[in-house]
Each structure stands twice: as C-alpha cells, then as structure tokens.
C-alpha cells in the first residue's frame, strides 16, 4: 500500500509542485499538472503535446487536428521541456519510480475535434491515427522520463469520458447527428495496446486493462459498486481510492471508513496492505491533502487490524 497523488494540483509554480510531491510521496512521486497554468496546461492540452506523429492544437472551439503544428503547440512542447528541467533541478537524476499522467484515447477521441468540427471519435481513420500518435507519444515521453531519473516509469490513463463512450451519451455536432456508442471489447483492446499501470475511469469494474483501477471512495457504497469491488478485488486486481480530506475528520477516521468498507465486502483487511492504496482527490492544498493520503496509507499498512 502506498499514497500518491493523481497529477493535477493547484498553483502555477512546478518547482514549489515537485517539492511537495517528492516530500510527500517520496515513494510513488508523479509529474505535477498544473491547470491553473492555463491554456495548454490543461490535461487534452498536456497529452497533446505528447503527440509527435500528429499536430494537435488549439482551434476556434476546442482542440482540434492540425496539418502542421501551430504557435500553441509549440508553446505547450517549451512548456513541456522546461517542467522537466524544473523537476530534474528539485529532484535530482536518480528516482527509482516515477509516474507519468495522460488522457486515454478515448477521452482525448471525444476531447479533439476534426478540421469540419466533428469529433475525432466520429471517425475511424482519424481515431486510429491519433490513437497511434498516442502510443508513440507516451512511449517517447516515458522514455525520455526515464532517462531524465534513471527511473521506472509508470504510466497512469485518465479516461473521464470513457463511460460515456461506451453508453454513447457522447453529443454530437447537434442532436440529428448521435455518435455511437463503442463497443467494450474494442474500448479495451485500444487501452490495453496503451500498458497503463493505473487507469481512472470512473467505476467501470469489468475493466481490466491496466494493474491498479483508480475510483472515488465516495459513492462505493451502493449495492453495484459493493458487488463491483469485491468482484475485482477477488480477481487479484489492485484499487486506488481517492479520498476527499475534508470530508472525514482527520487521517485516522478515513482509515477506519475503508477498513469498514473492505470488512463489509467480507475480504481480510490484508487486502488493505497488499491490493489497496490511496489517493487524496481533489486536492485544494497540495502539501496537506497529500501527507492526509500518506498518513492514512501509512495506518492501513501498519494497524489494519486494530482499526
């Protein structure tokens, strides 16, 4: 069990962001994302500038399929360079393990539009060329991370719009024009070919397409989500659960609601140790909420059982 954080923080300072993360998740540091960068430092814009194979950049309404890269992209591909030098001067070139964040295909199919305003998801073509511009791109991102650390690169996906994918609640250009929905089989082969170590996708439990499913902690009390869980935990699956700080009193009382929770699963609670860890989400105060995750990892891991 370990706590980590999921990419995006506040602030706009990637010096200040490294150190809090390698101070508080020494064990699992990641990449920080910083949103409040603005354009391009938004997660469709981040993975975007991961693509090498093929121009993605800032169109009238979204981000949208370019012939030749733009001012934007090139801006995000500095930006890019720049937070890795920034992040290599805090922590240093020798990290054993480093997590690295993207958007999934199909997140980033239904985010990006074509030249004639429909989304990449639309198109088959299209799809399977932004797709493999993906897997490139975050190949030679994990690369280019590893040799930066001489690390371990893990790979997290997030796939906010993956089950409205699957449901085909995606919107089309107007309500004459619905896209379907994908079939799971094909969802999963796509992501799979990806290789992500944790995927967060909502409560999608039949997925299993990468070795840790993150979920929100909140909300996994309904019979499917009880029944979801205990199913992929008994598949030797692991979970990430992403815990709001202020929603529990202090660290100690987040503890006791997911031991109770794994115990109404009728699971040991030593799938707290090893299939299990947790996250803080959202983070308002990166500092903070981080060492709230690790404090509560940190009890799970040792009194489990007394809890």
């Given at each position: 069990?370990?706590?980590?954080?999921?990419?995006?923080?506040?602030?706009?300072?990637?010096?200040?962001?490294?150190?809090?993360v390698m101070g508080e998740t020494g064990a699992l540091p990641h990449l920080p994302q910083l949103p409040d960068r603005g354009l391009g430092s938004d997660a469709i814009g981040r993975t975007?500038?991961?693509?090498?194979?093929?121009?993605?950049?800032?169109?009238?309404?979204?981000w949208q399929m370019a012939a030749r890269p733009q001012r934007e992209t090139r801006r995000v591909w500095d930006r890019m360079e720049r937070?890795?030098?920034?992040?290599?001067?805090?922590?240093?070139?020798?990290?054993?393990?480093?997590?690295?964040?993207?958007?999934?295909?199909?997140?980033?199919?239904a985010a990006v539009e074509l030249s004639n305003g429909h989304r990449v998801i639309t198109?088959?073509?299209?799809?399977?060329?932004?797709?493999?511009?993906?897997?490139e791109g975050i190949q030679?991102?994990?690369?280019?991370?590893?040799r930066r650390f001489n690390a371990e690169v893990a790979l997290q996906l997030d796939e906010p719009q993956l089950a409205d994918a699957l449901a085909g609640r995606i919107p089309g250009t107007t309500d004459f024009d619905p896209i379907r929905a994908v079939p799971e089989e094909v969802a999963i082969a796509r992501l799979e070919e990806l290789g992500a170590d944790y995927l967060r996708a909502g409560n999608l439990w039949p997925l299993a397409s990468a070795g840790t499913l993150l979920v929100d902690?909140?909300?996994?009390?309904?019979?499917?989500?009880?029944?979801?869980?205990?199913?992929?935990?008994?598949?030797?699956?692991?979970?990430?659960?992403a815990l709001d700080p202020r929603t529990?009193?202090?660290?100690?009382?987040?503890?006791?609601?997911?031991?109770?929770?794994?115990?109404?699963?009728?699971?040991?609670?030593?799938?707290?140790?090893t299939h299990v860890d947790i996250n803080p989400w959202p983070v308002r105060d990166a500092a903070r909420d981080y060492r709230f995750a690790a404090e509560v990892a940190g009890m799970l891991e040792r009194d489990a059982g007394d809890l």
């Open positions: 069990m370990t706590g980590f954080g999921l990419g995006p923080m506040p602030g706009t300072s990637m010096s200040e962001a490294a150190d809090i975007a500038g991961l693509l090498e194979t093929l121009t993605v950049d800032r169109g009238p309404r979204s937070d890795l030098d920034a992040i290599v001067e805090v922590w240093g070139e020798h990290v054993p393990r480093v997590k690295i964040q993207a958007v999934g295909p199909w997140t980033l199919a198109d088959r073509g299209a799809r399977e060329d932004l797709h493999a511009a993906l897997l030679a991102h994990s690369a280019e991370v590893a902690f909140a909300g996994l009390d309904t019979p499917a989500n009880l029944d979801g869980l205990g199913e992929h935990l008994e598949a030797s699956r692991r979970v990430g659960l529990f009193t202090d660290a100690r009382a987040a503890a006791i609601a997911v031991a109770q929770h794994v115990d109404r699963l009728g699971h040991s609670r030593e799938l707290l140790v």
